[in-house]
């Protein structure tokens, strides 16, 4: 479904500042194939997520979607099959729209626009319909602008705005780290009830191990930009925090005690 061939980025090119961000990295995700990534700080994560979603031209490699080459396209041609939830929950809503006036933006990812009303009576029971789902009581505020919204009421908003139109392909960069414990959890109980109703091929980047291991069906980490390690299957279903810490000291050969990763 994803299929991403050779990847490599290079910032601050021929500068004192230079560096590879992605070294080589090929990654296919099948699909319907929920994949969790971690890795250190400047690991390539973040950077391999940005490389998907377009949000700059790799110096090498190709990027497929369900065998479409996308490599030359520009990011907004990509986000019309790409769903996204990023870690500020202020980026991915607009603070003086409204609640329905955001999610009639999303309603409408990759439609022609033209003029009209913004949001349409169907629409708005529609936006009620999947709001209710959340259970925080967003339904009854739809003319409430977002920016009044809690930190985790806004990132819900943003997950429902990223799955209101299926994508094919949804991408979370870390999407519950700027939130207090209680409300990531339940931010994390939402991403897991609507990647598993919907069946979304989905890339969750994560610093949380035992999320990275509890999650999903497949483990890939990052390293110095490139894939160190991709555990599936009965191996990833009998990973301990412990196992992963001692494979990665096996495989680059040194300590990760004083990484970010290990806060739970």
Do not use: Y
């Amino acid at each position: 479904m994803l299929r991403a061939e050779g990847i490599v980025k290079t910032f601050f090119k021929g500068g004192a500042n230079e560096v590879r961000a992605l070294n080589n990295v090929s990654l296919s995700l099948a699909e319907g194939e929920f994949v969790t990534v971690i890795g250190s700080n400047g690991a390539g994560k973040s950077t391999f997520l940005g490389a998907v979603a377009g949000v700059f031209p790799v110096d090498q490699g190709r990027i497929f979607l369900n065998n479409e080459d996308m490599t030359a396209w520009p990011e907004w041609q990509r986000a019309a099959g790409i769903g996204r939830v990023f870690q500020d929950p202020a980026q991915g809503t607009c603070p003086g729209a409204t609640i329905e006036q955001n999610l009639a933006l999303a309603l409408k990812r990759g439609q022609p626009r033209g003029l009209g009303p913004g949001v349409r009576r169907q629409d708005r029971e529609l936006f009620r319909e999947q709001l209710a789902r959340l259970g925080l009581g967003l339904e009854n505020r739809l003319r409430d602008p977002a920016g009044l919204l809690s930190g985790g009421q806004r990132q819900a908003l943003s997950m429902l705005m990223a799955v209101l139109v299926k994508p094919r392909l949804l991408l979370l960069d870390e999407h519950t780290a700027a939130l207090d414990p209680k409300t990531a959890g339940q931010v994390l109980d939402l991403t897991v009830r609507l990647v598993e109703e919907l069946g979304l091929s989905t890339l969750m980047v994560t610093h949380n191990m035992r999320q990275a291991i509890g999650l999903g069906q497949r483990l890939v980490m990052f390293h110095r930009g490139e894939i160190v390690l991709d555990i599936r299957g009965e191996e990833k279903r009998n990973l301990r925090v412990e196992d992963l810490l001692q494979r990665f000291s096996e495989v680059r050969g040194e300590e990760f005690t004083s990484d970010r990763a290990l806060l739970t």
